[in-house]
Each structure stands twice: as C-alpha cells, then as structure tokens.
C-alpha cells in the first residue's frame, strides 16, 4: 500500500459463524475490518467486538453493494483485501426432486453475490495495482456431492470464477485465491444440527455423515481455518494466485515451490503480462 493506514478488508456474511470468526482473526492482525451482511443486530455485534465498520447490505443487491463501497472508500480508503464468504446451502436431495426454484436461489446467492461484490471492489483494485480477493469455497466445488447438487454446482461455479479473474487481473497487481475453509462444526454444518433434521430425510443423512466426519477428526477447528485464510490475506501465496487451497494444506510448502493457475492458463499468452 502506497499510505501508511491499516488495511481495510471486506468480509461478506461476517455477522455470524466462519465469518465472524475470520472477520475477528483479521483484526487481530491488524486489518481495519469491515463486516458486511444482512443482519443489523448481528454484524454491529461483530463490528463492535473488533472496532470495526458495520456495512448492511444484502450481496443480491448490486445497487446497496456499490453504495457500501462508495461509503467505505469514502470514509476508510480503498479496500484492500475482500474475502467472499457470504453463502447459502441450498435444499438438500436427488436433483430431480429438489423445487427448481429453491435450486437455483442457492446458485443466486453463491455466485451472482459473490461476483457482485466482487464487481463492485475490484476496479479500485485493478485501478491502485494492489488487492487480493479471496473467495470461501468447498470441496463440494471440486468432488461428487451428491443430494447436494445446488450447493456443489455453486461452488464449482465460484472456483471457476475465481481461476479466470485471476487470470485477467493479474497483470493488474491483483490476486485472486479460493479458500475451502476444511469441515467446521459451525456456519452451515452447524445451522443444519440445529435444526435436528427427521431421521430418514436428506438433510439427516447429510447431518450424520458430517458428524462421521468430525468423529473421525476430520473436521478443522474454525479458529485454526481463519488463520490460514489470513495468511493468504497477508500475501504469503500472491505468487500462486489463481489457485485452489484448503485449511488442510501447508502453505508455507505449496507458497515455496507450487505453480499458479494463472501461468497454467490455456488462454495462449494473450492475459499475461
């Protein structure tokens, strides 16, 4: 950054769960924090808890969103870093069941929101030469997941967008990474065992086969998770920007001697430097 002010990040879906908490670990850090969802009551908690900045916005809502980041610019600086993590799981079960309707609400929320935020940051970012985007995505992006076919369709979708962003921004300074946060036993995991679904349903098989997963130790404490999308934040893989990474990954070892997606591109040269 050219000024000496904190960096401001932007986190999506931050007043509550996996966003609250990488909201809180980038404070800790020393970000200036912005946290930015539907839920006044519950992302002013968030903001308060950080001295952070409040940013009520529904990330469907292009013309609230480019008005957030008009005010945030206005009042902190350009953001610097913008992490995607706001997010539905979509209703569960065979995709020929599921109302087409509720089906692809799960991909509105998921990539449209996710590409409208970004839209709306990242042509400050392109125009300073400097900002990283990180989007919070899922294994369900890049494996089978099925009976939960609107949520691994977004997904996939979110991990795409990001790989040909980067591959487009990058001779503009800019790096674009997606983050699978591992298996946590809060956010989505975490709504769907509150609701204690009735046994022999989709959402109960779903339930039961993370809990599997916990009770293997597979799952990844949400704290640990934040600190790694952090490290990302800071800079550690701006090498590697296009890439996939999960909290499962040592990023000190992929930081030293992978290949970004962005140099593996089959786009002929023609979006590189």
């Known amino acids: 950054m050219a000024d000496d002010r904190a960096p401001l990040a932007l986190v999506t879906g931050a007043g509550r769960g996996y966003g609250a908490v990488v909201a809180r670990r980038l404070a800790a850090d020393g970000f200036t924090v912005a946290v930015l969802g539907r839920d006044v009551t519950a992302i002013g908690a968030v903001a308060d808890s950080i001295d952070g900045v409040a940013v009520e916005a529904d990330v469907l809502d292009a013309d609230r969103v480019e008005a957030a980041v008009a005010e945030l610019r206005e009042a ?5 870093v913008l992490v995607n993590n706001a997010g539905v799981g979509g209703t569960l079960g065979p995709a020929w069941e599921v109302d087409p309707d509720d089906w692809w609400r799960c991909l509105e929320v998921n990539v449209r929101g996710t590409h409208t935020v970004t839209r709306a940051v ?3 970012m392109v125009a300073r030469r400097h900002g990283r985007i990180i989007n919070v995505v899922s294994n369900a992006g890049v494996a089978r997941w099925p009976y939960g076919s609107a949520y691994a369709v977004s997904k996939a979708a979110v991990i795409k967008h990001g790989e040909n962003l980067a591959a487009e921004v990058r001779r503009h300074g800019v790096i674009v990474l997606n983050f699978h946060p591992g298996i946590l036993e809060i956010g989505l995991t975490g709504t769907l065992f509150a609701a204690e679904p009735e046994p022999g349903t989709y959402d109960a ?7 599997r997963q916990i009770a293997e130790g597979n799952s990844v404490d949400a704290e640990v998770s934040a600190a790694k999308l952090a490290r990302l ?3 550690i893989a701006d090498p590697l920007t296009g890439r996939y990474f999960t909290a499962y990954d040592d990023l000190d070892a992929i930081a030293a001697g992978a290949t970004s997606a962005a140099e593996t591109d089959y786009t002929l040269g023609l979006l590189r430097p």
């Open 122 to 124: 990242v042509r400050d």
């Open 76 to 80: 902190h600086g350009p953001i610097d």
């Open 233 to 235: 934040a800071s800079g």
């Open 205 to 211: 098989m779903v339930a039961e086969w993370f809990r």
